[in-house]
């Protein structure tokens, strides 16, 4: 009997995440094996950002390193995921069954926004992963209607993963190192407001967090890098048990919370 699975929204960090991954690397660790072999990974990344739903259908996708300027060890690390078509067949018919375009990219690889958390949770690569892209300019509400569409997968064993992070603001992490590396206030109130909403199920100001968030557009210049979590919420479907299995803050700037929404 197929067991359902959660749906997981994670941080990825800075590409460092890959060489430290520190308190955050180990609780991702932890939840991935306190789970039920999933039969595939749908992975979606706030670095895949296009203009309509895509899915990778690559038998080995490749891994990306879309950095720049870091350790040259970054750059050796392989993460030797497989694809499986027929699981990519699958979430396209999901998208389809709720209304969504869905297009197919046979090259798509693993950009570091999923092959850094998978890397840490699946490290023996034993389960396929199939790409999913999100759509930044539909903003919260659209990232929570693709998360809806793949809803149905949960019960056929089929791990969504949506990667991502609580904060994300650049020009804050290079003021931060340059000053001392002062954490600023904005990111646990923040972290901690979308925490407290998550918990009680407040969907509208949820959806609505860059007018009702404190520091919800200092956290956020732009929001690809929190659309993640709106698909992981959304595919855990109405009523979903949510879990804030890790809270921290590294690189002075980066909330790192994870989030674990489990179908009621």
């Known amino acids: 009997m197929t067991q359902i699975q959660p749906t997981l929204f994670v941080p990825h960090g800075a ?3 890959a ?6 690397g180990a609780a991702l660790t932890r939840q991935a094996q306190a789970l039920p072999l999933p039969r595939a990974i749908v992975i979606v990344s706030a670095h895949w950002d296009t203009a309509e739903p895509t899915v990778g259908f690559a038998d080995r996708p490749e891994t990306i390193h879309d950095f720049w300027g870091f350790p040259e060890e970054l750059y050796r690390i392989r993460y030797p995921a497989t694809g499986c078509r027929e ?7 999901a998208l389809q069954a709720a209304g969504l375009p869905a297009h197919k990219d046979a090259g798509r690889g693993l950009d570091h926004g999923a092959w850094v958390p998978l890397r840490l949770m699946f490290p023996d690569a034993e389960v396929p992963v199939i790409p999913l892209s999100i759509q930044s300019h539909g903003g919260t509400e659209g990232a929570y209607r693709l998360g809806r569409a793949l809803a149905p997968l949960a019960a056929k064993g089929f791990l969504v993963i949506a990667s991502g992070n609580v904060t994300h603001n650049l020009r804050d992490y290079q003021m931060a190192s340059r000053n001392g590396g002062q954490t600023p206030a904005y990111v646990r109130q923040f972290s901690d407001w979308m925490a407290e909403h998550l918990a009680s199920h407040d969907l509208p100001a949820l959806l609505d967090y860059r007018r009702q968030a404190p ?15 709106y698909v992981a919420l959304g595919a855990g479907g109405d009523g979903a048990k949510t879990e804030r299995f890790h809270a921290g803050i590294d690189d002075y700037v980066i909330a790192m919370d ?3 929404f489990l179908p009621q």
């Open 15 to 17: 590409p460092t995440f």
């Open 19 to 24: 060489l430290r991954p520190g308190a955050a």
């Open 258 to 260: 994870a989030y674990s």
């Open 87 to 93: 699981a990519a067949d699958e979430v396209v018919a």
């Open 215 to 229: 520091g919800g557009v200092q956290a956020h210049p732009s929001d690809e890098h929190l659309l993640p979590l």
